[in-house]
């Protein structure tokens, strides 16, 4: 009987523990294990207390199940693995006519699962980037010598129609340039500390993208006006904003499928269209951009739980990111544009690290929200 419980509870996606009146671990699913990184061998018999940071916590929680003085309890606790500890949520469940007294579920924070995945890929465009870094320091001197020669030559020339040769080898020289000191600029730079509002970056990349593109894009606001001020480099928080709302301005602007699905109204809202829908909603707009600041408490970001993080993103109702893209969007070189070099995201995601936070997003035609979260640390 027991076998085939437990048989039934390694299907299940949720970890879970089962334990005697004493906290003894009778059984640890297939989902708990691999949560874990630890084998059943080694856990069986061993105390589920050992699993958390939190062992009085955990303790009272365990007595109030098996004295039957509450039949469930939810906590917060710290996990211990190997090499970490995670916050989870746990729920110890007093179980009725079953070989174990008590059913622990242990459910790891989302936000945390979220963390270390853009952790992952953080590493991940670190080892990346050193690779272009190197290749383009060697492709720096060259580059220089082949743009003199090219310079030299262009004087010898007698005929003013072979000119046009030259100039093509020395514009392309300096469009590589530019590439290759992008490439290498960031690294290089240190943050500037100052007291900042998160709202000045906002309004400095509002003022910016209204003077590009004019009336071409709406832009909304939609400030949280409680964001307290933080220490931060402004000038890269700007700069890596505005990479955001210049890419959201860009796929709106020059993506045909949104143009024409602005023209249509398809893709955005269309059952918003219609008299069967004539709700309040707004009715599907042309190319528009929100600029969102909200805060969070209590957040869990790279490895620590903060107690203020502040979310500003840009928010655009354009095509969104092209399918292929959307796992290797944040590495260097990656583009869907023509004109784009894909440093943008990348530089954006260094700077966000840079004061301890990253970058995200969530993407469906219609509704793209890139969204850069900052830890706050109060001033
Ligand atoms: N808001 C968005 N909607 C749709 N696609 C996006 C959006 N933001 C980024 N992308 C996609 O991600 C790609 C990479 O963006 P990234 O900013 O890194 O490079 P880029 O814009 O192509 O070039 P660069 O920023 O260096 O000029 C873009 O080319 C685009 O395809
Ligand atoms: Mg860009």
Not at 82 to 95: C, D, F, K, M, Q
Not at 113 to 135: G, P, S
Request: charged share 25%; hydrophobic share 40%; net charge negative.
């Amino acid at each position: 009987m027991a076998t085939k419980f437990t048989d039934a509870y390694d299907l299940l996606a949720t970890s879970v523990l089962l334990v005697d009146d004493d906290g003894r671990l009778l059984h640890v699913n297939s989902a708990a294990q691999d949560l874990l990184e630890r084998s059943l061998k080694s856990l069986e018999r061993t105390a589920a207390v050992d699993l958390f940071i939190d062992a009085q916590a955990f303790t009272k929680a365990l007595d109030y199940v098996s004295g039957r003085k509450l039949s469930s309890v939810r906590l917060t606790l710290s996990l211990r693995k190997p090499l970490e500890s995670v916050p989870a949520n746990v729920t110890l469940t007093r179980l009725l006519a079953m070989p174990w007294s008590i059913l622990i579920e242990i459910r790891e924070f989302e936000q945390h699962a979220l963390a270390e995945r853009n952790e992952r890929l953080f590493h991940e465009i670190e080892i990346y980037k050193d690779t272009f870094r190197n290749l383009a320091h060697e492709v720096k001197n060259p580059l220089g010598g082949l743009r003199g020669a090219a310079q030299l030559l262009e004087m010898e020339l007698q005929d003013p129609a072979l000119k046009e040769y030259t100039q093509v080898i020395i514009d392309e020289a300096d469009r590589l340039q530019v590439l290759v000191d992008r490439l290498i600029r960031p690294s290089q730079s240190q943050l500037s500390m100052s007291v900042v509002n998160i709202h000045e970056v906002c309004e400095r990349v509002h003022a910016l993208i209204k003077a590009e593109y004019q009336d071409r894009i709406t832009i909304v606001k939609d400030y949280d006006a409680s964001v307290p001020d933080m220490k931060a480099d402004m000038a890269k928080l700007v700069q890596a904003y505005l990479n955001l709302a210049r890419n959201a301005a860009q796929s709106l602007l020059s993506d045909d499928r949104s143009r024409s699905q602005f023209e249509s109204g398809s893709a955005v809202d269309d059952t918003a269209r219609g008299p069967q829908h004539s709700d309040d909603r707004p009715q599907p707009a042309g190319p528009q951009i929100t600029l969102r600041t909200r805060i969070l408490n209590k957040f869990y970001l790279l490895n620590k739980v903060h107690r203020l993080v502040v979310v500003v993103s840009v928010v655009d109702n354009g095509a969104g990111v092209p399918m292929q893209l959307k796992d290797r969007i944040f590495h260097p070189l990656v583009t869907g544009r023509a004109q784009g070099t894909g440093l943008g995201l990348s530089l954006a995601q260094e700077l966000a690290h840079q004061h301890g936070g990253l970058i995200e997003f969530d993407s469906e035609p219609g509704h793209t929200e890139f969204r850069m979260l900052l830890p706050l640390e109060q001033v």
